[in-house]
């Protein structure tokens, strides 16, 4: 299974950008999609995630400026990122966690990053 995401890039502080990732491969089910986003020498961090239900859960940092959807039957995520701060600046990792129905147990996927920079 690998994760593609898009739509990273160089966006001035209060404006808006749209990550998308789009699982491929032999899928039984994603429990969990989501983003994640690490700085240089920082630990990566929980950005959101949202379940197969719906179910949705943000950082305290990004709450009422991100949103993000889900697309089950193409095994995509999108992450609505608004009101951009300087310290949004980060690469945004895809994340996925994913059934084994052969093995019966979940296990993570990560997609390759995508930098998201936030100018003043």
């Known amino acids: 299974v690998q994760l593609q995401a898009s739509g990273g890039g160089l966006v001035q502080a209060g404006g808006s950008l749209r990550l998308s990732c789009a699982a491929s491969?032999?899928?039984?089910?994603?429990?969990?999609m989501g983003w994640y986003r690490q700085d240089p020498g920082k630990q990566r961090e929980l950005v959101a995630t949202i379940n197969s239900d719906g179910r949705t859960n943000f950082a305290d940092a990004v709450t009422g400026r991100f949103t993000i959807s889900r697309d089950n039957v193409q095994n995509t995520v999108d992450l609505q990122m608004n009101s951009l701060k300087l310290e949004d600046t980060a690469v945004y990792y895809c994340?996925?966690?994913?059934?084994?129905?052969?093995?019966?147990?979940?296990?993570?996927?990560w997609g390759r990053g995508t930098l998201v920079t936030v100018s003043s």
């Open positions: 994340y996925a966690r994913l059934w084994d129905s052969d093995h019966m147990r979940g296990y993570d996927v």
């Open positions: 491969g032999n899928i039984f089910s994603t429990i969990v």
